[in-house]
């Protein structure tokens, strides 16, 4: 779940909206008609936890979990709904609407960048074509 703004403002040190928008580089606009007790966009949450990870990062996840079920990647992400996990690993939105709380997502290297997990290494294989090394794209006007 999303962190309020009153406990983002709370977290940072913050008293006012402007300096929250500043620390988030969102216009101060941004801001209006919002109540400090709702929570956070999504958007605002991943800019948030970029930039101060220690205070906007979720620790609920335990050391060995590896955190690629759907449910913690949500938790990690500060995210409230199927589509923006869906846009973030670049999936189809029926296919991670399909999955369960605590089923695995696939594997991927978008999906391992993001958790920053090492790439498996893979047997280089060697090429057929001597020249392939020589080889280079040609830029034409």
Avoid: Y
């Avoid at 101060?28 to 800019?47: A, H, I, L, Y």
């Amino acid at each position: 779940m999303n962190p309020t703004i009153a406990d983002a403002k709370k977290a940072l040190g913050f008293s006012r909206n402007a300096q929250l928008a500043r620390f988030l580089g969102v216009a101060r606009q941004s801001f209006t008609g919002r109540s400090d007790d709702e929570p956070m966009p999504d958007g605002w949450c991943w800019r948030a936890a970029r930039r101060r990870p220690e205070l906007f990062t979720p620790s609920t996840a335990p050391a060995d979990d590896l955190g690629t079920t759907k449910g913690a990647v949500m938790r990690r992400f500060f995210l409230t709904n199927d589509t923006s996990l869906a846009v973030l690993l670049q999936l189809p939105r029926e296919h991670v609407e399909a999955l369960g709380d605590g089923d695995q997502l696939p594997d991927s290297p978008h999906l391992r960048a993001l958790l920053s997990q090492p790439a498996p290494v893979a047997a280089e294989q060697g090429s057929d074509d001597p020249d392939a090394s020589r080889i280079v794209p040609v830029e034409s006007a």
